[in-house]
């Protein structure tokens, strides 16, 4: 009983850690830019496609694929930015969230043209079978997902803090002008920004599109973990974090006490009553209203 | 506005107007039941898009949830109709109450809520709705779906597509006259107010809790309505429709329309509802290009078609005066 509870909790958490990634994809655009990219969900159901094609079609190594997506799926980032984004960087935000959305339409067309609409199964390198540890009973492969998901987090972390870039990335979230005055080009952090999210996304598609499936509607995993940045609080990075992981874990509990309907839903009823008590969110700062 | 009906601009409203009015009573003369039946459809979005305009564009309240509202107003008409045997009229108007009862309560846990949060709380209860279509199958019959007479009004049988399109096109006409008046009293006033900014409109006497709640309730109504009709119109109802896809739809047609613009819901949802059948004949890359195209047109008209229509009209031919958009909305 304890064990079946236990291994609920580790998978959710390992599901919950790609949530994290997908909504520090996020969080990081929304920071850096003000716009919300509602194609987030689509750079995890591309670069699933893409080392799906690189493994399976080209038979290469898995950490080449590994390296090639995250750069292909950085390269996908910049070119939406530059393509759809940057136009219409003066829009009203409820104009720039439809193109992103437009063009997740074009992404998610591409690949079912390309890839048909069929479930492909994406090989990965962690077993499936459990591993046990006391009352502890996980899967390799969630523990390789947690563990991954934490070495990427960490790694972000220690860039936005240690290097140069990473500084000029925190600055340009916190005053554009004042960035600027310091000789950031708003322009490349921008490009960046778009590069480093739509790469983290990628390494999310490597991960999850072996737990759950591959096909041109994985991208609708942007949904929840999008629920997963709003319960942490939008524009907080420890709660796009926080929120993606408790998201998982919940829904894993709930499907295990109710029928499989329920568990889509009881994370939003949840999320639905953290908000009326705490309306920006679990970390999010209460927003100040100027008059 | 009397005064403009006067100037260049009121003048060339006015034939325009007639000529659309013209144009749409006697399309049935022309067309065939494939493009009445188009319309009809469309109609039913315009209906939606008024409502949700009502309370995005407006009243500056982000909503994701109005998949829901079409849902339960579909719905609350095929069960009544069916277990009840109520007809069509009853049918309609418990469907526009339910729908505006419900939306009113949602707008209270909303109240507090603002921009994405409002959104992503929204798209929740569409989830959630959408689920209890399929849970809830002793009434919704679930996933088998619901089959629904065809409407009919002291004896008349709306069965075939030129009635529909003509009862459609009535209650179209009527409830955006009813929009018109509301945006330009007292209650649109209001709307305004909040979204440009609700310490000011709170400071000048607009009692938040209740326009908000007026909005929400005024365009569930909107969209119940649009629900229910579009029920007796299609005849069927597959709980598969009412996904979040569907909320997704409403929000780019106001978008696309113009937010806070009546003229552009009704040319957002011809928008949306004519371009996939124009584009019918591509097959798979259907949705490749209607989504690139919803890309470009965002891109040139980022304000929306009515948006780009103001803009144009006054840089080019001088009618009218330059339009001011609001830069962000709901944020």
New interface residues.
């Given amino acids: 009983m304890a064990e079946i509870l236990t291994s609920q909790v580790v998978s959710g958490l390992a599901t919950g850690c790609v949530y994290a990634l997908i909504a520090l994809g996020f969080v990081l655009i929304f920071k850096a830019t003000d716009v919300?990219n509602f194609a987030q969900g689509e750079f995890v159901m591309v670069s699933g496609f893409i080392s799906y094609t690189l493994l399976v079609w080209y038979g290469l190594p898995y950490w080449v694929v590994l390296f090639a997506t995250i750069v292909l799926s950085g390269f996908m980032g910049v070119g939406l930015e530059r393509l759809?984004v940057r136009?219409?960087m003066?829009?009203?935000?409820?104009?720039?969230?439809?193109?992103t959305?437009?063009?997740?339409?074009?992404l998610?067309?591409?690949a079912?043209?390309i890839y048909g609409y069929d479930v492909l199964p994406l090989p990965t390198i962690f077993s499936k079978d459990p591993i046990r540890l006391g009352i502890l009973s996980f899967t390799a492969m969630d523990a390789g997902v947690i563990g991954s998901s934490l070495a990427i987090m960490l790694a972000l972390y220690l860039f936005f803090k240690l290097t140069k870039t990473g500084m000029a990335m925190r600055a340009t979230a916190q005053s554009q002008t004042a960035a600027r005055l310091m000789g950031v080009s708003i322009t490349r952090i921008f490009s960046l920004t778009w590069a480093i999210s739509a790469a983290v996304g990628g390494v999310a598609g490597v991960l999850i599109a072996p737990i759950i499936y591959l096909d041109p509607n994985l991208g609708l995993i942007g949904?929840k973990a999008?629920?997963g940045a709003?319960l942490g609080g939008?524009g907080s990075i420890p709660g796009a974090i926080v929120g993606g992981m408790l998201l998982g874990v919940l829904e894993n509990l709930s499907g295990y006490f109710f029928n499989a309907?329920?568990k889509?839903?009881s994370t939003?009823?949840l999320?639905?009553l953290v908000?009326?008590v705490r309306?920006?969110?679990l970390f999010g700062a209460a927003?100040v209203?100027k008059? | 506005m009397s005064a403009l009906r006067t100037t260049k601009l009121g003048r060339l409203q006015g034939t325009f107007f007639i000529a659309v009015a013209v144009g749409l009573l006697a399309l049935p003369l022309v067309a065939d039941n494939y493009i009445l039946y188009v319309m009809a459809r469309l109609f039913v979005y315009v209906l939606v898009a008024l409502g949700l305009n009502l309370l995005t564009g407006y009243a500056g309240q982000?909503s994701l949830g109005h998949a829901a509202f079409f849902a339960i107003g579909a719905y609350t008409a095929a069960v009544l109709a069916e277990s009840g045997q109520w007809s069509f009229v009853p049918c309609v108007l418990a469907a526009a109450v339910v729908s505006a009862g419900v939306g009113y309560l949602l707008g209270l846990?909303c109240l507090?809520?603002?921009g994405?949060?409002l959104a992503?709380?929204t798209?929740?209860?569409t989830?959630?709705v959408q689920?209890m279509l399929?849970?809830l199958a002793v009434i919704t019959h679930g996933s088998e779906g619901m089959s629904v007479r065809p409407a009919s009004i002291l004896g008349l049988t709306f069965d075939s597509d030129h009635r529909k399109y003509y009862l459609l096109l009535v209650v179209t006409v009527g409830m955006l006259l009813f929009a018109r008046n509301l945006v330009r009293g007292r209650t649109g006033r209001a709307f305004l107010a909040i979204r440009e900014?609700?310490?000011?409109a709170e400071?000048m006497g607009v009692n938040l809790a209740q326009y908000k709640t007026i909005a929400f309730a005024v365009s569930a109504l909107y969209t119940g309505l649009a629900g229910a009709l579009s029920a007796f119109l299609v005849g069927f109802l597959d709980p598969q429709e009412f996904s979040?896809f569907l909320s997704?739809q409403f929000?780019?047609i106001i978008?696309?329309g113009g937010?806070a613009s009546l003229l552009g819901s009704v040319l957002g949802a011809g928008f949306l509802i004519i371009l996939p059948e124009m584009l019918a004949g591509l097959d798979?890359?259907?949705?490749?290009v209607?989504?690139?195209?919803?890309?470009l047109t965002?891109?040139f008209m980022?304000?929306?078609l009515s948006g780009a229509i103001r803009r144009y009209g006054h840089r080019w031919f001088g009618l009218g005066v330059e339009p001011i958009?609001?830069?962000?909305?709901?944020?």
């Fill in positions: 919300v759809v136009p219409i003066d829009a009203p935000i409820f104009s720039i969230v439809i193109a959305i437009g063009a997740s339409t074009v998610r067309s591409s079912g043209i949904v999008f629920a709003i939008f309907g329920i889509q839903v939003y009823i999320l639905i908000l009326v309306p920006s969110g927003s209203r008059v | 982000v846990p507090r809520l603002s994405l949060y992503m709380a798209l929740g209860f989830l959630i689920e399929l849970q900014n609700e310490r000011a400071a979040f997704i929000i780019t978008i696309l937010l798979v890359w259907q949705a490749l209607y989504g690139a195209i919803m890309v965002i891109i980022p304000f929306g958009v609001p830069r962000r909305l709901g944020h």
